[in-house]
């Protein structure tokens, strides 16, 4: 089937400009992850999202960037007034739920967000 | 010290040769071990997983774990030019919270044909 989709692509933006980034997860999983990848840095863990439970936020560098996430479907990861900072590539992932399930994350490929 | 820690390279081999890559960790609560591939401005692929100490094969390619010695491995038999690309190990606790995966920075290999 089909595998996780992000849109957009690639995100040129101001600083001060706010950004919403979008996932499509894989059609049957129930958790939801985004990661941050900055240049030459491993993929920092941000947000999880498991099904209609609370979701763990504590990866969130700070209260300019949200989350949300409708039912098991789509999410969407917001960015208010963006710093130059914030340039990365933002990763969504999707996997079953459980132990040995969490560690089968599949990511998307990504969105590229350049903050001028 | 950093939770997980791999060499960036970059790694720079003959078509044919055996590529090791590596990583080493310092939390011993890691149960599950990961190895992604990712391809330039691509998301990581899932290659291989592994539960605990021990070895899994997977045609051309081996991950082994050493929990004594808190390191992994992924053994690539037979490399190709399309294997280029960077490697990224990851890690997770095997409690409530083991959903969170620990990357390394990810090692660079060039196959040159």
């Known amino acids: 089937g089909a595998g996780v989709s992000q849109s957009p692509s690639n995100k040129v933006t101001e600083k001060g400009k706010d950004v919403e980034l979008r996932c499509d997860p894989i059609s049957g999983h129930t958790a939801l992850y985004w990661y941050r990848q900055r240049l030459g840095q491993g993929l920092e863990f941000l947000i999880y999202f498991q099904g209609n439970s609370a979701p763990d936020k504590s990866g969130l560098p700070s209260d300019r960037f949200s989350a949300e996430r409708t039912g098991e479907s789509v999410s969407t990861l917001t960015i208010q007034r963006t710093q130059q900072e914030d340039s990365a590539v933002y990763l969504c992932?999707?996997?079953?739920?459980?132990?040995?399930?969490?560690?089968?994350?599949?990511f998307g490929p990504g969105t590229r967000l350049t903050v001028l | 010290q950093k939770e997980v820690e791999q060499d960036p390279g970059p790694l720079s081999v003959p078509e044919g040769a055996i590529v090791s890559l590596n990583c080493t960790y310092s939390?011993?609560?890691?149960?599950?071990f990961m190895w992604y591939r990712q391809y330039s401005r691509k998301g990581p692929e899932l290659l291989m997983y592994?539960?605990?100490?021990g070895n899994k094969e997977d045609g051309r390619f081996t991950a082994q774990v050493d929990k004594s010695s808190k390191y992994i491995s992924l053994f690539i038999r037979d490399s190709q030019p399309s294997d280029s690309a960077t490697y990224l190990c990851?890690?997770?606790?095997?409690?409530?919270?083991?959903?969170?995966?620990?990357f390394g920075k990810g090692t660079k290999l060039s196959v040159i044909p």
């Open positions: 592994t539960y605990s100490s």
């Open positions: 990851a890690m997770s606790g095997g409690g409530a919270g083991s959903y969170q995966l620990t």
């Open positions: 939390n011993s609560a890691f149960q599950y």
């Open positions: 992932a999707s996997s079953l739920e459980g132990r040995a399930r969490w560690a089968t994350q599949y």
